[in-house]
């Protein structure tokens, strides 16, 4: 799939509100409150924006944090990082490559076998079940 882009007033349009303000504004939708970030059901994790699979089930985790939490993603080049400074803390920002949505955040404070934790917001995401 190639770079899909897109005006603001397009994805304004094509998007619900709350996904709106958590993809093309880098918002934070609040702890535990998300649709995935308890979710057991096997399945690949998509861009909710373009579609594009980020993230298996298989590489989920509880973190505890509240958020859908994953080690790594399913490749590489699905995903683009960029450092994060607001809020008054120093954070890596995690973006859909092929659309530049925010997705969330990326910390080294994760499991085996990556160490990291891509702590993503549910609004960002649309889960393509598989049957286990």
Request: negative net charge; glycine residues 8%.
């Amino acid at each position: 799939m190639g770079k899909v882009t897109k005006s603001d007033d397009e994805w304004r349009g094509e998007l619900p509100q709350h996904v709106y303000e958590v993809t093309r504004r880098a918002g934070t939708e609040r702890a535990f409150t998300g649709q995935y970030w308890d979710t057991k059901t096997p399945g690949t994790y998509k861009c909710v924006c373009c579609g594009t699979e980020l993230f298996d089930s298989d590489t989920k985790y509880d973190s505890g944090s509240g958020w859908p939490s994953f080690y790594e993603p399913v490749s590489a080049d699905v995903v683009t990082t960029q450092e994060d400074n607001s809020l008054n803390m120093q954070r890596t920002e995690v973006l859909c490559a092929t659309c530049d949505a925010h997705l969330g955040h990326v910390f080294p404070d994760g499991p085996r076998p990556t160490g990291l934790r891509f702590c993503m917001n549910s609004a960002s995401l649309e889960l393509d079940e598989r049957e286990s």
